[in-house]
């Protein structure tokens, strides 16, 4: 039907309820402006929180434990980790890996010979080798082997170097303490006891321990206390983002201790995220709002018109033809207030990339291209909705067969 | 495009109505070409049959067919090409738009199927004399200008059955030859079945079958 719309529109009365028509338009604007800035925002939370800053590979190494409280102190069921909370933390989506730090059963003393009076009480530590930052080819022991090659904490380093000439012992740099040997004295059952080389072969900034490789702590274990350790205290979790609010309501769910540093970012993520979900629920609220009440002011200028409706169905003019046409009349005004909440949220994120976060690289001056997508099916969706309803009331409002 | 009723009568009116009746109750089929007067008294239902026919009521029983396809059981989208192309109506009460031109009301009826140019409207407005009326509302108009408008309407686009109901009743018989005259040619030119529903006294109108309601 090639007909023109033109000399059918006097026929329809919409300058009616102008008010009611206006406040929907206002009130549309403003939920769409609201729902795309809170999209736009949340975007650029994740572009921003997205990346920690102790990151190597792509992912994240955290270091979990127990809270230890005075309810569950030396229980150790409560505060150990069993194989199958390892397994279920292996399971978890947001989880790329999890291993256990093995510890000594035995004890260890740790002295450095004659070269410095220096002997203290020590634990070790073993994890897979996979979890390590740093992995020297040397890293490895074969029984019957007196080299124990060790990695130590980078942290520890520091720390001797604070204390160390408070007790008359010099400062060292990392070469020189890989340097040194000392000297790994291993006490098990009855008189059993035996003497090790240690040599510090790295530094791990990740791992908060002394490490050897698995191989030794496993046969020192079962030579010097008869048994493997049983359960882990600590375990260390890969994972591609530390900030993932999912991992965070995992961990807080078990009640798992972790380092808040690494996680802090995700904290104030979950937070952020809630703001910006409410204010996208709210935007759609009003977005709903502003169409209930646009279709409040349809139904009154289509019952105003009902008398010229029907005589068109009359003459022939097809039902669809005419929803379609009466509601293609606001399409216009349907796209240019979204197009319009668009600009503002461009000049919004403009303001914010540059003025509030100085040009910081993760964010983009223009918005992200799903709120242009999203403001271009709010303008689609305007449509349809709008011309269901006009469809709608047209069959209602002349009847089935007039 | 053949017309036929089966039992056709409305749901408000007895059976014993069909007895007097050569139209309710009847089996009867309207071919192209043919000039058909019903001859219907007040009270008999003209205005319901012409109603049915133009699909604008349902409140019958029996059947009414064009082409064997049930006009009740056609969509509203099927039902609006029909009126645009195929079945053309002058009702007794005229509806037009009173807040539009007569010029307004002709043209929205013919930019719907243009079976004639824009022109036309001009040379049939001058024949039924209300040529110089196209610009006034129609609401404005006399009863007869308003008749005479809504028969040119029916007039300006395709059909094969013209359904008329009345349409002299405010015309003088000057007007009337005048109307019936460019009926009978824009019927002619389409070979369409023309079915006009009156009281007795139109003799003028140069009918092949008759009927009284």
Known sequence: ?402 | MQLSIRSLLPTYFEQSRTADSEIWGKDLVFSPGQLVKIVAPSGTGKSSLINFLYGMRNDYNGQIQYDGQELRALSLEKLALLRQSAISVVFQDLRLFPEQTVRQNLEIKRQLQPYHPAEKIEEMAARLGIASRLDTLAGRCSYGEQQRTAIIRALLQPFNLLLLDEPFSHLDNKNTSKAIELILEEAASRKACVLLADLERIDIYPFTQLYHL
């Open chain 1, 1 to 402: 039907m090639a007909a023109s719309f033109k000399p059918i529109r006097p026929l329809l009365q919409t300058g009616t309820n102008a008010a009611s028509r206006w406040f929907s338009y206002i009130g549309l604007g403003i939920g769409v402006l609201l729902l795309l800035s809170a999209v736009q925002m949340y975007i650029n939370l994740q572009q921003l929180l997205h990346t920690s800053p102790v990151r190597k590979n792509g992912f994240d190494y955290l270091s979990i434990t127990r809270q230890v409280t005075n309810e569950n102190m030396g229980q150790k069921d409560k505060l150990f980790f069993s194989a199958a909370e390892i397994d279920d933390l292996k399971k978890q989506p947001f989880i790329t890996d999890a291993a256990p730090l093995e510890a000594n059963q035995f004890q260890v003393e740790l002295s450095a010979g004659n070269l410095l009076p220096f002997s203290t009480n020590l634990f070790l530590e073993s994890i897979d080798d996979a979890f390590l930052d740093t992995l020297p080819a040397g890293f490895t022991w074969q029984e019957g082997q007196t080299r124990i090659p060790i990695i130590v904490s980078s942290d520890f380093l520091e720390i001797f170097n604070v204390f160390g000439p408070s007790y008359g012992l010099p400062q060292v740099s990392a070469e020189t303490a890989s340097g040194i040997p000392v000297v790994i004295t291993c006490h098990g059952d009855g008189n059993l006891e035996q003497d090790f080389q240690g040599q510090i072969v790295a530094f791990s900034d990740r791992i908060n321990s002394v490490l050897v490789p698995q191989s030794f702590l496993q046969w020192a274990n079962l030579h010097f206390k008869g048994k493997q350790a049983e359960r882990a205290s600590r375990v260390y979790i890969k994972t591609s983002d530390a900030n993932n609010p999912d991992l965070l309501r995992y961990l807080d769910l078990h009640a798992y201790k972790v380092n808040k540093d690494k996680t802090k970012f995700g904290r104030v993520k979950q937070v952020f995220e809630g703001i910006f979900s409410g204010l996208a629920v709210f935007g759609i609220l009003v977005v709903v709002l502003a169409l209930l009440l646009f279709s409040f002011y349809l139904q009154l200028v289509i019952a105003r018109s009902r008398d010229s409706l029907r005589l068109l169905l009359t003459l022939g003019y097809s039902p669809r033809w005419l929803s379609s046409h009466v509601s293609r009349r606001f399409i216009p005004v349907y796209f240019f207030i979204i197009i319009a909440a668009l600009a503002a949220v461009q000049v919004m994120q403009w303001a914010f990339h540059t003025q509030v976060m100085y040009n910081r690289p993760e964010l983009q001056t223009m918005v992200h291209v799903a709120v242009i997508a999203l403001a271009m099916v709010l303008v689609l969706l305007s449509a349809w909705a709008n011309f269901r309803l006009v469809d709608r009331l047209i069959k209602k409002e002349t009847g089935h067969r007039s």
